[in-house]
């Protein structure tokens, strides 16, 4: 078996263009601040925050935007050293598994898997097609899901993908093992009562 890398995995332009870290966002824009990330509104957004049914917790951010969906979640990482290679390599070998097809391929937001992952739907099983994409930051890693028509149209695929690189990870400078979750919380919407 090969060895995983362990190199950060991020677009050349990460810190000027995003995904950003806390550090580097423009602190005048109105964000919507779901604790460990933070997501800049647009039109046409849709945000749901999606909970863990055991725990309550909130474990993920959906938007729905251009007739697609991302899903993101942003992970606690080591300073030196990235998780995407391993998470996407690991993520392949799930859907294989499952009786799904990976592959991997270099998207605009670097290194990306594109998988048809099979789901239980009302008329029997089916394949719904996915791209995983993953970011290394300073200290995190964000990973998106992406569903919907950013598979396969270039117009919504490049309106998605900006959309996942205007997000903002708020690590915090609590300690916390690699590939904890970032705590996400309820927002709190400026001018809502």
């Known amino acids: 078996m090969s060895e995983i890398s362990t190199a950060k995995s991020a677009p050349a332009d990460r810190a000027s ?8 966002a423009n602190p005048v824009r109105p964000y919507i601040d ?16 999606e909970v863990e049914e055991q725990s309550k917790r909130i474990v993920a ?23 995407w290679h391993e998470t996407r ?6 859907i294989r598994q499952q009786g799904g097809r990976a592959e991997e391929r270099e998207g605009p937001l670097g ?5 048809e992952v099979p789901v239980a739907g009302e008329g029997g099983p089916g394949k ?10 300073p200290r995190w890693f964000l990973r998106g ?3 919907g028509a950013a598979t396969t149209e270039p117009a919504a695929a490049a309106q998605v993908e900006d959309l ?21 919380k309820m927002p709190v919407a400026p001018g809502v009562a």
């Open 34 to 49: 779901v604790g460990g990330i933070k997501v800049l509104p647009r039109e046409g957004l849709n945000l749901r925050l």
């Open 164 to 184: 996942f690189r205007s997000l903002v990870v708020v690590r915090g400078s609590a300690p916390m093992p690699p590939r904890d979750l970032i705590p996400l």
């Open 17 to 24: 263009d995003g995904p950003f870290d806390e550090s580097e």
């Open 128 to 137: 719904r097609v996915a791209r995983f994409v993953g970011v290394d930051g």
């Open 61 to 83: 951010v959906g938007l729905d935007y251009a007739g697609s969906t991302l899903q993101v979640q942003a992970f606690a990482a080591p300073r030196s050293s990235g998780l």
């Open 111 to 115: 290194p990306e898997l594109l998988a």
């Open 145 to 147: 899901v992406i569903g």
């Open 89 to 94: 390599d690991q993520i392949g070998q799930q």
